[in-house]
């Protein structure tokens, strides 16, 4: 069994993350740090879990005592807990916030993108684990970029569910206010345009992106056309070969919709041709293919089990 | 005009009173007093008045000036009002709030449900404006209540919209966590059951009473069965006979949905007789006949106007 | 008082002008027609009638009788219903269809957008109301077609709400299905296309629009953006400008969502600056000013009524 | 491998069924067959299964070819189909429609609730699987009825979601009028009250039972009261000793929401006390413990296998 640290636990993507770990045949949890929840349990803070644990939130990190590390806390506070403590050189890290996703200051970590960079995972130590904006969007064009075919405006559209704004109430996550309702914000500012720009060689005044905010708790809805030669089967197949040995990301010949990949770790992409553009629909769970499920992925990948162990998920459908 | 000063104007029933008076035909806004929003404009506030107003809120609450005055802060806090400030003897006050609603500390103020007090009303100065739990729930029972012929267990389920929890972010009104959810809270222990209890002449524990939170915002569902040696036709003749001056509650002999009455000041009923069980299922919007249009029904009563006047809404209906 | 008649009177568009026109002060009703529902009480299709009216629906069609009638049917039934009855001379019609919207085909009806064409309706007859993503999409851009700024494509982000697509039941319109889902449909082939086209003075393959299906009922949120040599200041000039005379068009400073204009017959922009492109939501409630709310705009111009009478709508704002 | 044909494959049961089964580890599927979808890919009618099967709907019924039959048709098609069939006597058949579940028309299913009847169960060939609402209610309440304490009237509310009403759209199912909408139906009616009647060994007018639907797809929150002289401890005690052997009923200390139990087999209940009545909170996945999840239960204990394989859900939670 592999053991396993989790600090931040009690946020959003801690608690999925758990709710994956908790079923994964090659896992035993170590440790679920939680500033704020140490001592209460892990069933009164995250939902689905009652009856499969009696785990306790720790307010220790013996870091000694496990084989791999999950960073679950806010953006900022994964680079200060790596500057604060000492870290064993052969403990494996996955960082689960923005801290290391950028390649001026990775300070090692890989990009966690199996679909973009699965053998330098393999060997890695430190991964920094996409957004899922991120995610979504990277999928929806690496196969362009790739063939050196982004060379037009890219304009891309996302509607994020309310989770992504983690756990802490606000004005924009109050169900009064977000029921039924939809607005955008930080258009075309969005702070993932940089990882998502440095994977696709692109410079970020390139991609258009507005990021909305949905009425819904999880997914990513994505869409994004640009200017392309190449017809829809020729794009279709670019694609499928592209992503011919993803686990999780597939190539639909029909129109998708969200709940299709919701609960699941899977990235569907569904492509159109309409006058010269190219226009790719593409939709991730932001939890699982955007946060924590990719994380499982990557630490399959970290300790060469098979990519979906533990992530052979029953899509909620409804 | 009728000059009109609100307290505690940054809040959900304030933001719905204004939305109300703005287009009442006998209304002048006077100020709108908030602690925390003093200077902001009450666009910058209040969703869906833009295009509206040009008020804002206010840091005075100039008593003399106003003829009647909404007290729209939270539970305890009227009454902090009311003891601190010199109030004219002449103005006419509105309160929101549960703080004299009930009969051994009301001091003055009248129980404003229009169906069971209207000629009180009329003549009051001071007005205690009933909760929505309450008056959804009153409605329902009261016909029978009026001929004593509430004799046995009432048997109540209501489900509230979010709104009612009011403003402030909490870990039940999160989006993420309330959508798609529902949940019960003070079983057989509300608040409002002391209201209930005064109106229908009954003792409490005689009402059993569950509270259920909804994932929609607005309106309050009830169903509340009884014993009753009526048929079906001679309750249904005793509650039109009971409301038949009622300028918002209706009898249907149809079933009815929560959507019929969202977004007006009516309260739909329907009865049904199964067994020796009379049933009832009573629809309000929380915000309107259960807040801020009742409210402003009792205004126009206090001041001897139609009672349904600046209540002629169209029902959102979807 | 102005006697309406209604022709189709079961679906969503007819149910939400009945809301309405009941309240209107110089409107009766004088027949609602309908061949699915002919001898049914209003209430018993209509939600959120109850106790407003006892009207019900008609197998007859009194053209004589009416002065103004609106054709509420499917599209295609409006020319259907034209060509197969002698329609009086004088009498005014409101078409809710898309049978006369676009020029070649319109055969005197006169495009019913007031922000346009206010003096051609104000003298017209005849009016074809515009359809609901046209709407929120036009006015995010005619300040822009009107001073020939629109020189360079435009891309155009819309999400509509479910009762859009009608009363009648289908897959995409399933709760179950539709609930926390979003798809896309009709992508850069949307029927609207072809009046936006014409009323900006574009060719359609310079407007690329993405239609979006939302999980809420009510509302379309549209964004917009084109390169742009304004600067948000002289832009947001502009379209103040543009729009000072409109009566429900209105230009906001701060961010706007989507349940800012439910349940309203307004319109809100705003805009941006990012770059070298000028970006525009556009918010409107697709049943109101979308629709229902419009034809009554456009019936109140056509009478010589101030434009928002009947139209002082309370935001359902939650 | 068991392999496992299934009946009425295009319904909402089935396509959770599938969604089970496909990941469980026993399981090799024979047929899928749906006479409305035959021939279509099982991708194409069931969210969440693309990338997971290349499975098509069968037009045959080979019952010979396989050792269980599910069958998800319409109520009354079971029979029809039992009717209408040589069944080989080996074959196991679990039958989620209502046809068997009742005493007297059993002809030899027993009825599959695992809390109840675990022993019979796993010697029976033939299962009638229970229903949703009469799940939740009998979890609810069967502790009580062991020990003969349900000597008064039962009070029980429940909430259902969408999906219960199954694929076919229906009014009462359409977006546009379920979403933040509520309504009741069937109140004291509900044909589940007779399986709830006979498993607690009540006469159905002792249980009172307001069926509501429910603005959510899945799952089933029910509440229940009741006279009882046990304390609150005592009933806890009571209640966590009946189910100390169940696989997926817990009782929690805490209160419960529904998502709790969305999208896992597991039924919770919290227990509460007020005056001399029990208060019992019931929550369970309609689809999966109230349907399909219990289906394969059934299965696991028909086979000899853990109860748990191919049911180690992860909650949605959100």
């Known amino acids: ?24 045949p090659h ?47 806010a953006h900022g506070e994964s680079r200060k807990f790596m500057d604060a403590n000492t870290i064993p050189e052969s403990l494996k890290i996955i960082d689960l916030s923005m801290d290391y996703r950028h390649k001026e200051s990775a300070q090692g970590f890989v990009y966690g993108l199996p679909e973009l960079n699965k053998k330098a995972i393999q060997q890695a130590v430190r991964i920094a684990n996409p957004g899922c904006f991120a995610t979504a969007i990277q999928l929806a064009l690496l196969p362009l970029a790739d063939k050196k075919m982004l060379k037009n405006e890219v304009h891309i559209n996302a509607i994020t569910g309310s989770t992504g704004a983690g756990v802490k109430p606000a004005e924009t996550s109050h169900f009064s206010w977000r029921d039924n309702n939809i607005s955008v914000y930080k258009a075309f500012e969005h702070q993932h345009l940089k990882e998502i720009a440095e994977s696709l060689n ?25 200017e392309c030669d190449l017809s829809v089967e ?34 569907l992409l569904h492509l159109e041709k309409h006058g010269n553009k190219l226009f790719v629909i593409s939709v991730i769970d932001n939890l699982l293919k955007g946060a924590s499920g990719q994380a499982v992925q990557n630490f399959n990948l970290l300790f060469g089990l098979d990519e979906k162990t533990g992530l052979n998920l029953k899509a909620s459908a409804f």
Chains 1, 2, 3, 4 share one sequence.
């Not at 801690?14 to 908790?22: C, D, M, N, V």
């Not at 190539?251 to 998708?256: E, R």
């Open 234 to 267: 020729e794009a279709i197949r670019l694609y499928n070969d592209f992503y011919k040995e993803a686990a999780f990301t597939f190539v639909t010949d029909k129109n998708v919709d969200l709940k299709q990949v919701v609960n699941t770790n899977k990235c």
């Open 202 to 226: 692109q410079d970020k005044s390139n991609l258009n992106f507005i990021p909305v905010r949905g009425d819904f708790p999880r997914g990513i809805f994505a869409t994004a056309y640009t």
């Open 27 to 73: 896992v035993e949890i170590g440790f679920i740090h939680s500033s704020s929840q140490a001592g209460s349990k892990i069933t009164d803070v995250h939902e689905g879990l009652f009856g499969e644990t009696d785990l306790t939130f720790s307010s220790e990190q013996p870091l000694n005592e496990v084989d791999v590390l999950f960073l679950c806390s």
């Open 1 to 24: 069994m592999i053991k396993v640290g989790i600090i931040g636990g009690a946020g959003y993507t801690a608690g999925e993350l758990i709710r994956l770990l908790i079923n994964h």
